[in-house]
């Protein structure tokens, strides 16, 4: 079991996200930040876990991460993203979209900027509306989209004080999540488990392609691309099942993997090393995904650490899967050739690990049981 220390806050947390490392750097990943929800008071914190997990001198493990500093938030932070180092994005249930500033130098937190009415519905007059809460962020330095449970996507810039562009009823149904597909591209889900890809270089407010599960329209709750594979995303829903898609392929998943026995909040493919995926789910586990060639004997399916060992992978779509060359292990879809390693990262079950993030060989999930937990040996 790899070494995983929790600590105990006393706010629910629903957001975690490392500060990014400056590209080219050999630095650690070493501050996060969280955001709080359900709390009588809700908060954006940074944290620093400085020489956190050190193996001291006794062979035991020493260090702590210390709280840097906090800024009270307008309701429940739904999500949150760092826009670059200083400056981090959140949104809020009360459809409020603020970018924080971080002062290195005192170790304060500023609020920068806030669209207060991002996200809205309108009620019977034009005149009267009321907050709908936005959902997601996603962010590509100085552009910020974010989308909402009223179905509307906005794209913000960090120095213009109005929507750059908006897409007003995008979506009938609660868009629950965003990533960007490429700089113009963005691809959206929904509550009626369908993919969504907009192109804002194009005008107009419908989306350029629509995937979706076949059957149940099962909610969708979460998306990542593949850091260098564009066209490879995975998503995440209320049945906690995890679907790999290939968005040039069809309009359906190329593999269903059964995961988690209730909702999966959110999917991450690891930034520098993607045939490793991260899961995280309301069931209250933390699962560690390995679909690396490396991984011995790749013969068979196996889960290990989890409390039902059923594990059930099936291709769709496999005949058009094959006439492309497998470029990500994520698209050799075929179970009986086919190996991917689960590896359940929380030594016991506690309530919803609602948000995780990896960077190099550190990983950081916040719990509504009100503990973070961090590792920095992912890998070891």
């Given amino acids: 079991m790899k070494e995983i220390f929790a600590k105990f806050v006393s706010q629910k947390i629903s957001k975690t996200r490392w500060r990014p490392v400056p590209s080219g750097s050999l630095q650690t990943a070493e501050i996060f930040a969280t955001g709080s929800w359900d709390n009588e008071e809700n908060y954006v914190s940074l944290w620093s876990i400085g020489e956190f997990g050190n193996v001291d001198s006794d062979e ?102 109005e929507a750059v562009r908006t897409i007003d009823n995008a979506d009938s149904s609660t868009l629950h999540a965003v990533t960007f597909l490429r700089t113009p591209e963005i691809l959206t889900v929904n509550s009626i488990g369908q993919l969504k890809i907009w192109d804002f270089r194009q005008p107009g407010n419908e989306p350029s392609q629509i995937l979706s599960l076949t059957g149940d329209r099962v909610p969708l709750h979460c998306v990542d691309r593949h850091p260098n594979q564009q066209h490879v995303v995975a998503t995440g829903g209320q049945d906690g099942m995890l679907s790999i898609w290939d968005v040039r392929l069809g309009t359906m998943p190329v593999s269903l993997l059964k995961a988690h026995e209730a909702e999966m909040w959110e999917a991450h493919f690891h930034p520098s090393n993607p045939d490793h995926l991260f899961t995280c789910s309301e069931d209250g586990s933390l699962w560690h995904w ?83 937990y961090v590792t920095r040996q992912l890998f070891s």
Wanted: charge should be negative; proline fraction near 4%.
């Fill in 290 to 372: 390995d679909s690396s060639t490396d991984v011995p004997e790749k013969s068979s399916l196996f889960h290990q650490g989890g409390r039902n060992s059923t594990f059930l992978s099936h291709s769709i779509n496999n005949q058009a899967a094959a006439q492309q060359p497998l470029l990500s292990s994520w698209l050799s879809t075929d179970p009986a050739k086919d190996r991917i390693e689960i590896t359940s990262l929380l030594p016991n079950r506690t309530l919803s690990v609602n948000s995780l993030d990896v960077s190099g060989s550190c990983l950081v999930c916040g719990t509504d049981a009100e503990a973070i």
């Fill in 60 to 161: 035991g493990f020493e260090g702590d991460h210390q709280l840097l500093c906090d800024f009270r938030h307008p309701g429940d932070v739904m999500d949150l993203q760092f826009l670059d180092q200083e400056r981090i994005v959140a949104a809020s249930s009360t459809g409020c979209v603020t970018i924080f500033l971080h002062h290195q130098n005192n170790q304060t937190l500023s609020l920068s900027h806030q669209w207060k009415t991002a996200h809205y519905h309108t009620g019977p007059s034009s005149a009267s509306y009321s907050s709908a809460p936005c959902t997601g962020v996603v962010c590509n330095n100085p552009e910020i989209v974010t989308v909402g449970e009223d179905g509307r996507i906005n794209l913000f810039r960090a120095d213009h004080k």
